[in-house]
């Protein structure tokens, strides 16, 4: 008898806290979804904004899981296209710097793609990797001031993976329902 009315408070609070999370994901849908994802990236705000809203399938997301699955999708193709890039500045120049910036944006990708993977099953561990992708092009421009080598291309790449870092981590912690009383 104890333990059915523990199943049926524990299910009070959960019906309690599905209201309160649609509740907060509706608010999100009545006003516009970037702007609300860009809202707490700090400094990066005004191009989060600029970033999210040349993409069609994220201006097109109409909820957060949606739209946190195209900002990763956005930014495995961006920091793919970035990895290419440097690829191609080593082929006919070999650069020890340059070559551990690649390595830097191999990890940023497998952490980007790994968030995707966790979105549904573990949204707080896919904030976390979208998270510390911004340590990558941080490491990277490091090597490149340590060999002394100014290029400002990488430099707006390094920019570029920070702020996709910012908006994707931003956006999947909306997909985060609040913490459910015991
Ligand atoms: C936004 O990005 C541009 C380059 O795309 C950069 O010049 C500018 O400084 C950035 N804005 C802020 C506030 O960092
Ligand atoms: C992402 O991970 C999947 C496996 O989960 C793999 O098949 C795919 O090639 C990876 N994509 C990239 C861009 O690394």
């Known amino acids: 008898m104890l333990s059915l009315c523990m199943i049926l408070i524990s299910h009070f609070y959960l019906l309690a806290n599905a209201r309160v999370y649609n509740h907060h994901t ?3 849908e009545d006003g516009d979804l970037i702007t609300n994802v860009c809202r707490g990236a700090g400094d990066f705000k005004a191009n989060c904004s600029i970033i999210l809203r040349e993409d069609p399938k994220v201006v097109n997301a109409n909820n957060y899981f949606d739209i946190s699955k ?3 999708e956005l930014a495995i193709r961006k920091t793919s296209a970035a990895r290419n890039f440097m690829k191609e500045l080593t082929k006919n120049n070999d650069s020890p710097a340059i070559t551990a ?3 830097d944006y191999e990890f940023a990708i497998d952490f980007f793609n790994h968030s995707l993977d966790e979105l549904k099953e573990s949204p707080a561990t896919a904030v976390y990797d979208a998270k510390i992708v911004i340590n990558n092009p941080y490491f990277c421009s490091v090597q490149l001031e340590n060999a002394h080598i100014v290029n400002p291309s990488i430099d707006a790449l390094n920019y570029q993976t920070s702020l996709l870092s910012v908006c994707a981590s ?3 912690s909306y997909t985060i329902p609040p913490p459910r009383h015991p």
């Open 26 to 28: 509706l608010v999100g």
């Open 70 to 72: 195209a900002i990763l």
């Open 101 to 103: 910036c690649i390595a």
């Open 170 to 172: 931003q956006a999947i």
